[in-house]
Every structure is written in C-alpha cells, then in structure tokens.
C-alpha cells in the first residue's frame, strides 16, 4: 500500500520540530554518542511525592474505570475553584472540559468553531503545532510578527489591523513557549480593549506556563470583566507540576464552548484518564503559594535562565532578552547565517541546529518552527551542569564558522 492512500489533510501537515529534534537527538544517543538535549520542553523534575501518592490511591480504590466524558466533576470543582483562588476569574464547573493534554484542549476549539477558511490571528513567535491545529480544523493561520527588540510581544495596533470579517478567534500564549515573554497586566488591558470592540471573537488564552514565572505576576485575560465571556482558558498540569506524562489538560470557557468540546471529544478520545485525573486533583487542590515543590522548580529554573544567559554572552553573534517565565531562551542567532566552515554553509535556523547536533552534540529547535526564522530556541529544562557543557561545546564549534 502506497502514500495514495493518505489524506490531503494528513500530507500537508508539517511533522512538530520540536518532536523531530527531540527524536533526532535519541537516534544519536542510542547509536552511543552523548547528546545534551536542549530541545524538549519537559522539566527535568519528578511529579512530586504527594501527587504520586494519590494515583496510587485512586488504583487501590479501583477509580479505574470509564471517566465522564468531560471529567470527574469533583475534578471540574476543583479546577473552577483554581482559577478563582489563583486568578480571580469564575467559572462553574460545567464549563470545564478536561482533556488528554492542552494540547487536545486547543485542538478541541478548533474543531469546535472553525469552518474552512476562518481565521485565527496567532502572534509569533508561536509554539509550532498551533498552525498545524488550524489547519487541520479547516482554519487558516494569520501571523502577527513580534521580535526581540519588543521583548517577542505583539502591540494592540498589530492585533487591530490583523482582524477581518473573517477572524474567528485570537490565540494567545503567555508566559510564552518559545520566547519566555510574559505580557504586564497594563499590556493585557490594551489588548482587552481591542477585543471590547469585536465581541463575536473568541480569544484562546493558552497559560499552561502559568505558574514557571520569575518575575512579576500571571495575569489571565479572563479576568478583564469586558471580555471574560469571550475568553476560552487553556491550562494543564504538564509544566507547572512536572506531571507530562500524566496527558491532563482542560479548557473553561463560554458554555457554548464548553459543550461543544464535551460533545467533539466524546465522539474521538472520550475522557482522560481517570488516575491521572485523581492525580491532578491533589496538583490543582494545593495552592502553589504554599508548595515547597513548586517554589523548588521555579528557582531552579530561574538559576538556570541566569546561568544560560551569562555563557551565551560569551559566544558571539547570539542576542537574547531576558524571559520572565517559562524555561527558553530564545536567541537571535542571524549573525551565523551565510557563514561556513568550509564544507557546511549555514543558510538558516535548521541548518544551524543540524551543524550543532552533528558537530557539537547539541540538540536545539530551529526557529522556522515557531514563525521566527531568525532565532532558535533553547530549553533549560535540564541540569546546570549539562546547560554548561552544552555551551562550551557550542562555543567550540561556532568558532570553525568563518
């Protein structure tokens, strides 16, 4: 059986780059060379104890079988409960729907409101499956474009000038993957305003980095009471509790919204599953202003941010800003481009981060992935040690580009 029998839909989508590098990055690992992957965005920590623990309950007590489509309500509960305690905006708990993810969170709107040829307005840079999503929902993606010299943020006059009649929804990201820029409440409220004026436009806040914030304060923009009914939250418990492999995410949005995905995701993956859903009930009942774990992770992070930013300082040609959450850096790194060793030529972002894994064993993600040809984006989601060696061994070998 050849290709011919594969979707048009399925040939056109592009393979994640962050998935491609990581699994690039184990092909040389398993054929013996130590590779340092700066490529995935996972934290390097374990799921803390406690939420372990109640997995391990929910199997003892048998909670093992069908889950509701949408969850477990006293899951639902505690999750509209959250957003209250941690970012002052309501929702019942009939408005939460909870997915295998964020992922299938977002890609559950998507399903659920766009028709061919609507438009999604997405600042980049953007984390590399939100056209893929769009696309594969009959969407079409409209790029608005941020750089480093405004610390990766888009302006409201951008967002304005973007919108036609056939904007369907605004996708938002902050903290941000890849660029770490979290956006001021003074900024969220310019933004707010510009959707005051077209109240049919669903805007899709994506916080799933919520609470890897080092300075500053997370703002929803659910909690700017002009737009909160047009505001579709998408959060999880991946990144802020190391938990990326327990697959839980939810949405909490319009009523509207919350149904529709209740009914698309009982018809293709139906409910997440249910000891990962106990485990998250302990991670979202925890008020993280009193997790140990939590506060743990965060400085950890923020160390390494430092850390990163020092050594690259050292390498010529890279510019960065200074991200206050997530876990990238993402660097301009356009000085490389047309430079050559002599045999290799680096014409963009993927051919620097092939020259680097093939040369320097480093596994980084090319910039062409997140709408920012320019940059490439490192994750220092792993020890300092490794963020050391990594750099020193990038430094060596950028030297050989002349």
């Known amino acids: 059986m050849d290709k011919k029998i594969l979707s048009d839909r399925l040939l056109s989508m592009t393979v994640s780059a962050t998935l491609e590098m990581t699994s690039r990055s184990r092909d040389l690992k398993d054929k013996g060379y130590d590779v340092i992957a700066l490529s995935i965005g996972e934290p390097d920590f374990n799921t803390p104890e406690p939420i372990k623990v109640a997995a391990k309950e ?26 209250k305690r ?14 295998n993810g964020a992922k ?9 409101i766009l028709n061919e040829g609507d438009e999604v307005i997405v600042p980049a840079p953007y984390w590399v499956s ?8 009959g969407g079409k993606t409209v790029v608005i474009d941020a750089g480093i010299e405004t610390d990766f943020k888009v302006l409201p006059a951008q967002i304005e000038e973007a919108i036609t009649d056939r904007t369907k929804a605004f996708l938002f990201n902050s ?20 959707f005051e004026k077209h109240p049919d436009i669903l805007i899709i806040s994506d916080e799933i980095y919520e609470y890897n914030l080092f300075e500053g304060e997370h703002v929803s923009l659910a909690s700017f009471n002009s737009i909160k009914d047009q505001v579709a939250i998408i959060n999880g418990v991946s990144k802020g509790y190391a938990m990326t492999g327990w697959r839980i995410g939810y949405v909490a949005a319009p009523q509207v919204i919350a149904d529709a995905c209740n009914k698309v995701q ?25 997790s140990a774990e939590l506060k743990m992770m965060v400085a950890a992070f923020k160390e390494r941010r430092d850390l990163l930013i020092g050594l690259l300082e050292d390498i010529p040609g890279f510019v960065t ?14 000085y490389y481009y047309g430079k050559s060793d002599g045999t290799t030529t680096i014409s963009n972002s993927n051919d620097l981060c092939l020259y680097l894994l093939d040369k320097a064993h480093v596994a980084l993600v090319p910039g ?34 002349k």
């Open 58 to 83: 929910a199997i003892d007590h048998n909670i093992t079988h069908y889950p509701p489509v949408p969850g477990f309500p006293e899951v639902r509960e505690a999750i509209a409960q959250k957003l």
């Open 86 to 99: 941690d970012n002052g905006v309501d929702f019942k708990a009939s408005q939460v729907v909870i997915s």
């Open 104 to 112: 299938q969170s977002i890609a559950n709107v998507f399903l659920c």
């Open 130 to 137: 939100y056209p893929s999503m769009i696309q594969m929902a």
């Open 175 to 194: 903290p941000c993957n890849p660029t770490g820029t979290v956006y001021t409440k003074k900024e969220l409220k310019a933004i707010a305003r510009v």
């Open 266 to 290: 009982g018809q293709y993956t139906s409910g997440a599953g249910s000891i990962s859903q106990m485990a998250a009930l302990e991670a979202i009942s925890t008020d993280p202003k009193q």
């Open 321 to 334: 800003n200074k991200p206050n959450g997530a876990f990238y850096l993402f660097p301009d790194v356009s």
């Open 368 to 401: 062409e992935a997140f709408g920012s040809p320019q940059c490439i984006r490192i994750s220092y989601a792993t020890s300092k040690e490794q963020i050391t060696e990594a750099m020193s061994r990038m430094a060596a070998t950028l030297k050989n580009l």
